[in-house]
């Protein structure tokens, strides 16, 4: 029989895509873990991971399993609170938020919650939040959505809320030689020194874009630190990409030819958030939407005014 440690730890390893790591996140230890995927996989008749050296990832009827695993570990919470009192406490919201969105975006939509709901912030990546939306452990994110997420009108789709689609583009200091130019060239910034967003979600394509093109730049600074590595570029340490809504004052922007990659940001509600204030989710997101459009014209690209 399927037990919810099962259910626990298989979600764990896929949303963290490592033994180790799942084991950490549980406060267990690593030989647990593989002894509970090692049953499971004997109960559902198959394996549900390829591990090697360097990954574990699904295998198919892992990813068949998944969405059963993550629906059974949401039905087993709601369980767990069924005929429970539902005092108002702290945190009456938690947040879950990818480390990418920028400072002002995030205090602008904060403020706005925070009007309605005690929040509590939980920071990760996109993987990392979803799935802690699944299992409950936060009740909304604020993080990325694929291109057509949140469009369908079913009932999953609903629970998504677009704020933002923007492109990621080269940000410079103001006095940059390209601050006024629409679109650079790779080659062009091929001797630039550059700061290295660790964070980027898109980092390891644009690392292999760039040395596909022949640039393999210097570093000034390696950060998983969003606000630092941004101010950097600003004081003319380096270049580097990001999302447009990230590009700080003292800076300019421009396309780079060939690259072409963007993102969109939106919120997204989980399982365990609360059906009852969804109304008023809905009416706080359309004050915050409505300031998003509020454009600034900007070197030649065109920015949220987020003050």
Request: hydrophobic share 40%; aromatic share 4%.
């Amino acid at each position: 029989m399927i037990k919810r440690a099962h259910v626990r730890h298989f979600l764990a390893v896929a949303d963290s895509g490592s033994f180790k790591q799942a084991a950490a996140r549980l406060h267990v230890t690593q030989p647990t873990v593989s002894t509970s995927i090692g049953e499971l996989e004997r109960l559902v008749g198959s394996p549900l991971f390829v591990r090697d050296r360097r990954h574990v990832r699904l295998t198919e009827t892992g990813g068949a399993f998944l969405p059963i695993a993550r629906d059974l570990e949401a039905g087993f919470r709601r369980a767990d609170q069924f005929g429970r009192p539902m005092p108002e406490q702290w945190p009456g919201l938690k947040l879950g938020v990818i480390p990418t969105v920028s400072g002002p975006m995030l205090e602008r939509i904060a403020h706005e919650l925070a009007r309605d709901f005690g929040i509590e912030l939980v920071e990760g990546p996109d993987r990392d939040l979803r799935g802690q939306l699944a299992s409950g452990k936060i009740q909304l994110a604020l993080t990325l959505l694929d291109e057509t997420e949140g469009d369908d009108q079913d009932e999953a789709a609903s629970r998504v809320h677009p704020l933002l689609d923007e492109p990621y583009v080269l940000v410079m200091p103001e006095s940059h030689r390209f601050a006024n130019a629409a679109e650079v060239a790779p080659q062009d910034i091929a001797g630039d020194i550059m700061i290295a967003r660790r964070s980027c979600e898109v980092l390891q394509r644009t690392s292999r874009f760039f040395t596909d093109a022949g640039v393999r730049p210097r570093f000034a600074l390696r950060s998983e630190n969003e606000d630092r590595c941004m101010r950097m570029v600003s004081a003319g340490l380096g270049i580097t990409v990001a999302p447009l809504s990230l590009a700080p004052a003292r800076t300019a922007t421009a396309d780079i030819v060939g690259y072409g990659l963007r993102r969109r940001l939106g919120l997204v509600r989980g399982p365990a958030f609360p059906e009852e204030t969804a109304e008023r989710l809905t009416a706080t997101l359309e004050i915050v939407t409505a300031s998003l459009p509020s454009l600034a014209l900007r070197s030649g690209h065109v920015l949220p005014n987020l003050p």
